[in-house]
């Protein structure tokens, strides 16, 4: 792997742009120094197929597109224009899961992307004016009934549009962040918020590398109409991954390790805890063999294992993920498909072969 040298900036407005958001959020969020200990849970799920196969331990290896999440840092690794795609019906359909992200080719000296974030629950039924009172307590007693034909529907969604943006600083190290906008909607009660996220990648050793990023690194913040806010804590997430290919087999094995840290003291989530710091471990090991075919396996910061495999061609590859134990298993298994597109290869491809 090698990072991009250094030139002379062509891209200065863009810069200033994200140095200038990074200012808002900043100035809005200085003044709070507390959180909602679950108000930026739905992030944590991740995306990616392919991470989410190996446990999310993939700060210092995540692919291309997956990297405006994962750690923007990696962007400048990026030499095509790629987009990922990820649908999922989680616990059994209950819960559905889209994603898009897009990672531009790395030009001068920065690199950006931009990813699009949606978990939400559709269609759920709507009673409150179903029902038929008779005695006015506003509770279904044993004579009552609802009306089915007063019977509704709603939804309930969040959603995150992330805008990332990276560059090197020298042959070893790159740096990164993303700016993201929040919308949390149920259903005609929603909220605005504001974050900002920082990262670094480092090269250890040719075949070496750690990463780390800072979430919510000014305190993200959510706005609700009625005056009511909530407010997410910065947290850590440290990752490394190690590359090695014995020359007898045709395989490539990369093992890698993650560790969540948080200030909520989440203590029936955490590995382990030391006062409000609770901390989650990752292990992920990815096989690649004879170059395209891929398998995987992992275990997230909440314990629970999955396995996966990925199929890897010229124009872009596919990707399933089954994660496995605790709610996935008490509430419904999920299937997770992704597949990944490298827009250039893939248009070289129609023209040549339609």
Same mark, same amino acid.
């Given at each position: 792997m090698k990072f991009f040298n250094i030139r002379q900036n062509k891209y200065i407005k863009l810069s200033e742009l994200f140095q200038i958001a990074l200012l808002v959020c900043v100035i809005t969020t200085s003044g709070f120094a507390f959180g909602d200990k679950y108000a930026g849970e739905f992030l944590k799920i991740g995306m990616g197929v392919r991470e989410m196969s190996l446990g999310g331990s993939v700060v210092a290896a995540p692919q291309a597109a997956a990297a405006v999440y994962w750690n923007p840092a990696f962007l400048v690794e990026n030499t095509v224009l790629s987009g990922q795609f990820m649908h999922t019906e989680e616990f059994g359909g209950v819960l559905n899961l889209d994603y898009v992200s897009l990672a531009f080719p790395s030009r001068s000296e920065y690199a950006y992307g931009i990813s699009f974030f949606r978990l939400g629950v559709d269609d759920i039924p709507d009673t409150r004016s179903a029902l038929i009172d008779d005695n006015g307590n506003g509770q279904l007693d044993p004579d009552e009934r609802l009306d089915s034909g007063k019977i509704g529907k709603f939804g309930a969604s969040e959603n995150a549009l992330l805008f990332a943006m990276a560059r090197?600083?020298?042959?070893?190290?790159?740096?990164?962040?993303?700016?993201?906008? *929040?919308?949390?909607?149920?259903? @005609?009660?929603?909220?605005?918020?504001?974050?900002?996220?920082?990262?670094?990648?480092? *090269?250890?050793?040719? @075949?070496?590398?750690?990463?780390?990023?800072? *979430?919510?690194?000014?305190? $993200?913040?959510?706005?609700?109409?009625?005056?009511?806010?909530?407010?997410?804590?910065?947290?850590?997430?440290?990752?490394?991954?190690? $590359?090695?290919?014995?020359?007898?087999?045709?395989?490539?094995?990369?093992?890698?390790?993650?560790?969540?840290?948080?200030?909520?003291?989440?203590?029936?989530?955490?590995?382990?805890?030391?006062?409000?710091?609770? @901390?989650?471990?990752?292990?992920?090991?990815?096989?690649?063999?004879?170059?395209?075919?891929?398998?995987?396996?992992? *275990?997230?910061?909440?314990?629970?294992?999955?396995?996966?495999?990925?199929?890897? $061609?010229i124009v872009g590859s596919i990707d399933y993920n089954l994660p496995m134990g605790g709610a996935y298993t008490e509430l419904g298994q999920s299937h997770r498909v992704g597949i990944t597109l490298h827009f250039v290869e893939l248009g070289k491809y129609l023209k040549k072969y339609l």
């Open positions: 090197p600083i020298n042959s070893k190290l790159c740096i990164g962040g993303n700016f993201k906008i *929040r919308y949390k909607s149920l259903g @005609s009660t929603n909220a605005w918020g504001l974050g900002f996220n920082l990262s670094a990648l480092y *090269r250890l050793l040719p @075949s070496l590398q750690v990463g780390a990023i800072v *979430r919510d690194v000014t305190t $993200t913040f959510l706005y609700y109409p009625d005056g009511d806010n909530e407010f997410i804590l910065p947290s850590v997430q440290l990752g490394g991954v190690y $590359t090695f290919a014995p020359s007898a087999i045709p395989i490539v094995f990369r093992p890698s390790a993650g560790l969540d840290m948080t200030f909520e003291g989440k203590y029936n989530q955490a590995d382990l805890n030391l006062g409000l710091i609770s @901390s989650g471990f990752r292990l992920g090991l990815e096989l690649q063999v004879k170059k395209f075919i891929l398998l995987r396996a992992g *275990r997230d910061n909440l314990g629970n294992m999955h396995v996966g495999f990925g199929l890897e $061609t």
